[in-house]
């Protein structure tokens, strides 16, 4: 199969926002505990955090991390999670049926978050609380002034504020598993209360209200025009939640996933737009993608084990080639809608649902869809373009045209760099890739993440999808495999 593709380095879409590259953190399963933090582990350091993972999200350039929840943070008391470790108490935590002992709070995750090189979003508990915690919290974390939340947090060590700019005002609080979930109405007034106190604490931070809890909720597009019609003048962003998978075990179908969650994405744009002409103003509300993965296989498993257990092993996904493939186009659609999605996380980051996996007293290693997203972020910074794509399609269940070939272009003038991602979504077929409007520039790198079989898995002791670096050969043309992700880099 042929293809071609053709840019224009001067049609920018717009910059990517490098926080488009987020992850996320919750008090889930063994997300912190056995995740994170284990204090016996042989790689622990001297605060208890495993090395071995650090060193891994490192390797990620994981720029932002959102933090504690998710479900959790609807029930949570961040009051729990400071000062002495020998006086937190151990509390059950209903969202995850778990039993939370709160030896990881804000005051640990923050230096956890230093070390990896990441920044903090912060989510506060619009559910069971409310602006007067939210209120206290923002002062413990960033305050300078000589009062009481500010000087708790110098008693408990900390001189410095933890200066955390970017704060989610609850999460998914339309879904009715949600402690304490809200209507429209309920949740646009009480986070508008809640983005005044904590704007009026500290003026620089950035604000996310709470997007519907996904696209296919009967809420949505209702939820989202009532919340903004509250909170338009306080808020910054609005969120954002998806999660796709293949239970019909239909690859074709699971990789058309990325254009649903276009789809998704412009159309929410479109509702903030909506909101923005009706209000009159020349604000412009972007979007904070900040739950999206491959997410099916283990869904619900939380009803089916022993209630309050300490960091049972939930929702451990445990990745195939074909995911790593929908991640790959997934991270693509983010990079092409970098004009309106500024902040994205994937959910999440260690052992639930995530690109890293631990085992209590051995390793780490990575799952098939670490490399997409390692590339992306390493490689995926500067402006995107609009490139226009020849090249044949299939039909969705849909109806859907989906090209077999889907890609993003990003031009990167500090290293005069351009960086193309492109998925094979052909099952049967390689393409053999034209390129026009590279002009004086020459393939310097072709990086491939492929294997033969769909459902190839890595584990502890074996990777067995990993990287190849192709040989570049200019006299030919670009070859893709079948169903392959690829990032190709040109230097002049």
Known sequence: MRAKITIDKNNIIDKIDRRIYGSFIEHLGRAVYEGIYDPEHKDADEMGFRKDVIDLVKALNVPIVRYPGGNFVSGYNWEDGIGDKSKRPRKLDLAWLSLETNQVGIDEFQEWASRVGSEIMMAVNLGTRGPDEARSLIEYCNGKTDTYYANLRRQNGFEKPFDIKLWCLGNEMDGDWQIC???????????????????????????????SSDPNMPTFGEWERVVLNHTYDYVDYLSMHCYYGNKAQNTADFLA????????????????DEIKEKKNSNKTINLSFDEWNVWYRTKDEEKTIEKWQIAPALLEEKYNFEDALLVGCMLITLQNNCDRVKIACLAQLINVIAPIMTEKNGGAWKQTIFYPYMLSSLYGNGATLNTEVEVGSYKSKEGWDIPYLYTSTIYNEEKDEIVVFAVNRNLNEDISLEINGFDGYKLDKHLELYSDNLNETNDKDNERVKLTNRTIDDKSPINLKKHSWNMLTFKR
Do not use: N, Q
């Open 181 to 211: 979930h809200k209507t429209a109405e309920e949740y646009g007034r009480v986070a508008t209360e809640t983005a005044k106190v904590l704007k009026w604490v500290d003026s620089s931070i950035e604000l996310v209200a709470c997007g």
């Open 257 to 272: 996933r990325a254009e649903d969650m276009d789809r998704f994405i412009k159309t929410t744009a479109k509702i903030c």
